[in-house]
């Protein structure tokens, strides 16, 4: 090939498939007599179940199974603790069925199974429970106090964890500061909302012991290996796979679901296939969530406007349970200090425990909350200072010169030590002001005034640490028939490209067509070492898997070419299928080199004549397969990142107010992003943009809605409120690349970028914007037009 | 693992049937299923047509739009009963032939419009819908977002989608 | 989220239909099942019979009288926005019809249905109640005429018999010359409305009101005629005097309680900017001699 593949706008492979609807998402699989299960769920968010009558349910005619906690043998235990951590106390894990009391409202208390999921709903509903309702305590602050009603009875004052953090001498900075900020911020509770909801499907075969898992998971592996530990099945007895899922955003990272775990268990204790097919209803209730974070933030400044400490003290609701330990709060606590050199820094959260379904990360994991209380702090201590918004972060970004830049005592979420390895944020910042045209927004502003309009410009930076370890493999295998590629990693996708992005690493290695390359993934059977799709880590940890075992195969194939071709090895090149001899006419195409590469004895096709032992091409001395080799053009190989890498970005937006209707309308979005070396800009592109769209719902819409006891008002989409194209306006997004020092495709992580800084530019904006009409500070999001109208109405406007 | 009694499960609920009778995608089918079933489940479970997809199940996400009587519907929201007599017709209908994809699906390609792709169906059957309807089409930004403004997607933030239609509009001359 | 059991009928004459209502006190009438299929799917509506009203004869169609639009059960919400008919006689049922959801949900489900359903943030009975208009109920005692202000008697609620069904729904015609213009607040396009106001009104020689209606739906548990804010406008010369005054007398009758998408002290504020701009607005349609 002589155009390269990695950095091409290269259509993907999966999409022709998806758009025909030939897709198979968990519920498309057909699978004979299957059997199907709803869930009773509690309505109390704290209560003691007194006594669960499920006679009527059993009788119904179509049900076939009904399982309380008393049904479930080995099942009836708390469920694993992903990611321990010491600063955790008593960390609370659900049952998979409650056992004498519930903790949120929707939390499973029994299983129906039954022939039709119409009907394992009745027998839902023909569940009788009694509950002794307990007191609840919404409000974070008011659960940490002393006698305030108990999430757990284990967990005294609600309190989950407790972390402090420290790099450099904060108290030093304080007390030597010419200027002082301290703001509160706070972001509500959102939820990942995946067009498809999660789903799982389960087949025991009694005679291999064979559990096949179809699980619409972004963790397969994982999920495999503990499905394998629970039920004491050896590992190759169990295969998950996650088929077309239809979208992620973390929350089909967290394992285990209680469905998770019973699906299979019913499916192996009535011999027949069963399947959970989660209701919209249901992923608002019992799907994890994340987001709510009250941060108070102080920053330490000198009169020129360097930030010299920053001091950051916040709630993280944790919601009922704990399972995935502080990943989101310990990512927020150090994403803190933003792009920003800050050198001290104390930061300090208490995870609290709320009755409400479990908080795991959901796309930007921490990060959306960290930016919007820095950023709007920045654009408090510009206001305080006289400086210019622009201005002030310019004085504070870290310099190209001054990477890597360590933070020494915050320890990131892969347990290493925070070190932003790469970046030209001066140049980003200037890039935004120069595509919004922040120079004239003054004389725009007054304009739009005159006019009885209120525009307002918006600004925030951010970063994203990205690519965390422990690892990822690859492995890649020419097709001796076809000369296709097939590569395997580990992980899952929910949509992100995979399929096309990996193509294009092996395409430029191997030179074949991306559309030639087939890349098989969420399947344990495929291959069955490594971690998950989270973090915006695939491309860094699996896409650098891939490309050291590309390496590896190019350099095989080289070898057996050469040797076919005659020719020494630097005198062959790939490209078109094909190993070529250098400026000349002749080649082999890689299906034969592969074929000739696997000694056989049957010629089962044409092709296969070549290889067989009694071809002339077969000759060599010693056994066909010489001692020390492998059959075919293959290789394994892994990557384990040494630190995560850096992406970050800067956002930049006009919004317009209007005072009457306290609508807000986005009328202009730049962004600025940088996330390495691009794989492939067009995927890139969709990453940030999908990202941004959640932004603006997390930054203007949507909130879930929890009442004081608990329940959830807004469980479905016609009141939880996400963006239709109506309400994302267009965005202008440009890139700067800035290799990653990290590692070999100098590439960083995109998944999860675009979301973060959309509430800090709102927010900013709309201050902005209505400034002209009294100091209003808007540090709450999402930003309803209850809170505009409330901050007008606090300046008699 | 021990071998146990099969338990012993009945083959179907005991829900009163109906006899429905359409043509979906241009064949006639006819089939006796419960009363209460929705056209979605009938299309995806009773016929295998699982390109239809569902997404919330009370009409608001659109990803089970399919055509009924050639206007765009949500299957979530119509029971495969009230869909007797009725012509549906669904995404599995649309490409042009076994490699050649229609003008509006071409154009999802090219212009990155779907992601996980459980969207895509409903919003495929959506546009193609509002393509097939006499009178003339608003490909202004605003009409395309309007005409978008009845289906979610969680991956894109619409911009590609939107670059899609205008796309589609050209590839099918209805600039 | 599927629906609990129930039986179907499908019958194929008015008769036939209210005889099979009269028959179950927990029947329910299905036109486009646009609102009730999603009550059914959450189990909040649990109806024991579902009565599929579209193949009963004589409720299609849109007959444009003289001075009203006469529109039956089964007319589909997408049909009354592009009948071209409706639209050359009254403007402004296309300009609110673009407010109602989304174009597929606007395919399936009825104008009638809607009127039914009487949700109080709804477009359809706002419509409704402005133009002064009504609906046939048709029961085992034979049919009678409700109007607007009486059939919507609560949220959700009107005053359908249970063993009604209603077969029509009649929008008189804004008198020539007359200048309409209607607008909502939400938070997304197609969502139901935190306010929504609709203004009708003619203007006399001297520019000043002849007539004018209003109404404002979103603001309590049914839409409401603005019955002192028209009192005040008409024969003012609508300054803004006079719509200060017009808001002020509206801005009581905002009922709907707090709740998380909009407090009552925003519902105000948004209902008094949508006064405002809506009699400007159909002021200025007035004076234009173009209804829209």
């Known amino acids: 090939m002589s155009t390269r593949s990695f950095g091409a706008r290269v259509e993907r492979n999966v999409d022709p498939k998806l758009l025909r609807g030939e897709g198979a998402f968990i519920d498309d699989i057909p699978l004979a007599n299957v059997l199907h299960t709803a869930f009773l769920r509690s309505p109390h968010a704290r209560a003691r179940i007194k006594s669960i009558d499920v006679r009527a349910a059993k009788q119904h005619p179509g049900v076939v199974a009904v399982y309380t906690c008393d049904d479930i043998g080995v099942l009836d235990m708390a469920m694993p603790l992903l990611i321990p951590h010491p600063c955790m106390k008593n960390p609370q894990t659900q049952r998979p069925l409650a056992r004498d009391e519930v903790h949120y409202v929707g939390q499973t208390i029994a299983m129906v199974v039954a022939v039709d999921r119409y009907t394992a709903e009745d027998g839902a509903g023909l569940i009788e429970v009694e509950y002794e309702p307990l007191p609840v305590e919404m409000d974070m602050e008011k659960a940490l106090a002393p006698g305030a009603p108990l999430v757990h009875e284990k967990a005294p004052g609600n309190l989950a964890a407790h972390f402090v953090q420290v790099c450099g001498k904060p108290d030093d900075a304080f007390a030597r500061a010419e200027h002082i900020v301290k703001i509160r911020v706070q972001v509500d509770r959102s939820t990942a909302a995946p067009m498809e909801c999660r789903a799982i499907a389960a087949r025991w075969d009694a005679v291999s012991g064979e559990l096949t898992v179809w699980d619409g998971t972004q963790a397969p592996i994982s999920v495999r290996g503990g499905l394998a530990s629970i039920f004491a099945l050896d590992e190759d007895k169990v295969r998950v796979i996650a088929p077309d899922v239809g979208g992620g955003f973390g929350q089909k990272v967290l394992f285990f679901y209680p469905d998770e775990l019973l699906v299979p268990m019913a499916a192996m204790q009535l011999g027949r296939p069963v399947k959970y097919i989660e209701d919209r209803r249901e992923n608002f209730l019992g799907s994890s969530q994340e987001r709510t974070q009250i941060h108070e933030i102080e920053l330490a400044a000198l009169k020129t406007g360097e930030v010299i400490g920053l001091r950051d003290s916040f709630l993280h609701d944790t919601g009922a349970y704990i399972p995935y330990g502080i990943a989101v709060a310990q990512v927020a606590s150090t994403s803190i200090a933003g792009p920003y050199r800050i050198p001290n820094i104390w930061v300090e959260f208490k995870a609290v425990y709320t009755p409400t379904v479990q908080v795991t990360p959901y796309r930007g994991c921490g990060r959306p909350q960290a930016c919007f209380a820095v950023e709007r702090a920045m654009d408090q201590l510009a206001e305080e200072l006289g400086l210019d918004r622009f201005e002030i972060r310019k004085r504070n970004f870290i310099g190209v010169d001054q990477f890597p830049y360590e933070r020494e005592g915050l320890l990131f979420a892969d347990g290493l030590k925070v070190t932003l390895d790469s970046g030209q944020y001066a140049k980003a910042l200037g890039m935004a002001a120069d595509a919004l045209g922040a120079s004239s927004f003054a004389a725009d502003q007054a304009a739009a005034r005159a006019e009885g309009k209120y525009l307002g410009l918006g600004l925030a930076c951010y970063v994203e640490g990205t690519g965390l370890g422990p690892y990822e493999g690859g492995h890649v295998r020419i097709h001796p028939i076809t000369g296709k590629v097939y590569v395997n990693t580990g992980l899952s996708t929910q949509g992100q490209g995979h399929d096309t992005v990996f193509a294009q690493i092996v395409s430029d290695q191997l030179g074949v067509k991306p559309e030639d390359v087939i890349v098989v993934e969420g399947d344990t059977k495929a291959f069955d070492w490594g971690v998950a799709t989270f973090a915006s880590r695939a491309a860094v940890v699996s896409g650098n898997a891939i490309h050291k075992t590309a390496i590896t195969v190019r350099k095989k194939t080289i070898t057996a070419a050469a040797n076919m071709l005659e020719v020494a090895e630097d005198e062959v090149e790939l490209r078109d299928g094909a190993a070529w001899v250098i400026g000349s006419n002749r080649f082999v195409p890689l299906a034969a080199v592969a074929t000739a590469s696997n000694p056989l004895r049957y010629a089962f096709n044409e092709a296969a004549q070549a290889a067989t032992q009694f071809a002339p091409a077969s000759k060599h001395d010693g056994p066909p397969l010489g001692e020390g080799t492998a059959p075919g053009l293959e290789a394994t190989d892994y990557y384990s990142p040494p630190a995560s890498t850096w992406a970050y970005g800067v956002h930049a937006a006009i919004v317009e107010v209007d005072p009457g209707t306290c609508a807000v309308k986005i009328r202009k979005y730049i962004c600025i992003h940088d996330c390495g070396n691009m794989i492939n800009p067009m995927i890139v592109e969709g990453q940030v943009m999908g990202g941004i769209a959640q932004g603006i719902g997390g930054a203007l819409y949507e909130r879930l809605d929890y009442q004081p006891d608990g329940n959830l008002a807004n469980a479905s989409f016609m009141d939880f409120l996400m963006p239709y194209a109506t309400e994302i306006p267009d965005v202008k997004i440009l890139h700067l690349e800035t290799p990653s020092p990290l590692n070999p495709l100098g590439v960083k992580g995109v998944g999860e970028a675009g979301c973060i800084a959309v509430g800090a530019v709102v927010a900013s904006g709309v201050e902005d914007a209505l400034k002209q009409l009294g100091p209003m500070k808007f540090r709450h999001v999402p930003l309803t037009p209850t809170m505009i109208s409330d901050a007008l109405e606090s300046v008699g406007h | ?175 | 989220m599927k629906p609990s059991l129930f039986g179907y009928r499908a019958p194929k004459t008015l008769d036939e239909a209210i005889t099979m209502l009269a028959s179950d006190a927990d029947a329910a009438v299905l036109a486009g099942g646009q609102s009730l299929l999603p009550a059914m799917n959450f189990r909040l509506a649990n109806p024991s019979l579902l009565i599929d009203i579209q193949h009963v004869e004589g409720l299609r169609g849109i007959s444009v009288e003289k001075d009203r639009i006469v529109v039956r059960a089964m007319v589909r919400h997408r049909e009354f926005e592009l009948d071209p008919a409706v639209r050359a006689a009254n403007p402004l049922i296309h300009e609110v019809m673009q407010h109602v959801a989304h174009v597929p949900i606007r395919n399936r489900g009825t104008v009638v249905g809607s009127l039914c359903h009487a949700d109080p943030s709804a477009e359809m009975p706002l419509l409704l109640t402005l133009l002064g208009g009504s609906v046939i109920a048709q029961g085992p005692q034979g049919r009678r005429e409700i109007g607007a202000e009486e059939f919507f008697t609560s949220f959700l609620s009107t005053a359908r018999r249970q063993d009604e069904i209603i077969v029509e729904a009649r929008f008189p015609t804004p008198r020539a010359g007359a200048g309409a213009a209607f607008d909502e607040v939400t938070r997304r396009h197609g969502d139901y409305a935190l306010a929504a106001v609709g203004c009708v009104l003619t203007l006399d020689a001297q520019d000043k009101a002849a007539t004018i209606q209003l109404a404002a739906s979103g603001i309590a548990d049914k839409p409401l005629r603005l019955k002192g804010a028209e009192a005040l406008l008409k024969g003012s010369a609508l300054a803004t005097g006079d719509l200060d005054a017009a808001v002020k007398a509206s801005l009581p009758l905002v009922t709907q309680s707090d709740e998380a998408n909009a407090s009552v002290s925003f519902r105000r504020r948004a209902l008094g900017a949508l006064i405002r701009r809506m009699v400007v607005k159909a002021a200025e349609r007035a004076r234009s001699g173009s209804p829209q």
Request: hydrophobic share 35%; glycine share 10%.
């Open chain 2, 1 to 175: 693992m021990k071998r146990t009694i099969k338990p012993s499960i009945p083959e179907r609920s005991e829900d009163p049937l109906i006899e429905v009778s359409l043509t979906v995608n241009g064949e006639a089918v006819t089939r006796k299923v419960s009363m209460r079933m929705l056209l979605s489940d009938f299309l995806r479970h009773e016929l295998g047509l699982t390109g239809t997809h569902v997404g919330c199940e009370h009409g608001v996400c659109g990803c089970c739009t399919v055509h009924i009587d050639g206007k765009a519907g949500r299957s979530c929201l119509t029971l495969a009963a009230q869909a007797n007599g009725a012509d549906i017709r669904t995404i599995e209908s649309v490409a042009t032939s076994e490699t050649v994809l229609h003008p509006i699906q071409q154009a999802f390609k090219e212009c990155h419009a779907l992601q996980c792709g459980f969207c895509t169906p409903g919003m495929v059957m959506n546009i193609l819908s509002r393509f097939e309807e006499p009178g003339p089409l608003d490909l202004s930004d605003e009409g395309i977002r309007d005409m978008l403004s009845g289906n979610l997607c969680r991956c894109t933030g619409y911009i590609n989608i939107i670059a899609a239609v205008r796309r589609a509009g050209e590839l099918t001359g209805r600039t």
